[in-house]
């Protein structure tokens, strides 16, 4: 019995990690299931003007809601294993610099890019920033991708025009949240009611 003690440990920590949604392609069922995302979804509306749709088609994309996604890995020689090919991390795979401006401008300094709450909310400042930075709307899922990916600097000298491929994953994303959209339209009044109503 005592060899196996120091399994527990372990296994609490991943009974804590939290799995992606069984059924990541309808928001509905997203938020049914996982309430605190709606909850989550419902605050960085409030505080920053984001309809819930645009930061989960992102999120969809990022990481297909994985709390520990990682980008590739680089080789060296091309077989080599290098380390990864960027610092991104988490459910919005956000790289290290601009998570330390996020927490930097918004004092939130305990965020954590692996915590939904805080992934959601950094989408939420990002999205704003972006309305700010770079005139591109908080409804407009494909140039808010297009800047999520290339940058505020990047956007506005327009470098995604070199980039063919990533204008059709902006049409994903695009695609993505017009049908979140949809399907939030339809429950958003039962969602109101609060979790207990589902059932």
């Not at 938020?31 to 505080?47: L, P, R, T």
Request: contains cysteine; hydrophobic residues 35%; proline residues 6%.
């Amino acid at each position: 019995m005592k060899r196996f003690l120091w399994l527990l440990p372990v296994l609490i920590l991943a009974g804590c990690a939290t799995a992606p949604p069984t059924h990541p392609d309808n928001l509905c069922s997203i938020f049914k299931e996982k309430d605190d995302w709606y909850d989550a979804a419902m605050d960085v509306q409030k505080k920053w003007g984001v309809p819930p749709h645009i930061p989960f088609a992102m999120l969809y994309q990022e990481s297909s809601f994985r709390h520990d996604a990682l980008p590739p890995r680089d080789y060296l020689l091309g077989f080599i294993p290098w380390g990864r090919v960027s610092s991104a991390y988490g459910y919005a795979q956000a790289k290290e610099d601009t998570w330390q401006d996020y927490m930097r401008e918004t004092g939130n300094w305990g965020a954590d890019r692996d915590d939904f709450d805080d992934a959601l909310d950094f989408m939420g400042w990002f999205i704003d920033k972006t309305r700010k930075l770079t005139g591109v709307s908080k409804w407009d899922a494909y140039g808010q991708y297009l800047a999520y990916h290339e940058g505020w600097g990047g956007y506005n000298r327009k470098s995604y025009n070199k980039k063919p491929w990533l204008k059709q994953v902006a049409r994903k994303v695009e695609s993505r949240a017009k049908t979140f959209s949809k399907q939030y339209w339809r429950c958003k009044d039962d969602l109101k009611k609060g979790f207990w109503d589902w059932f």
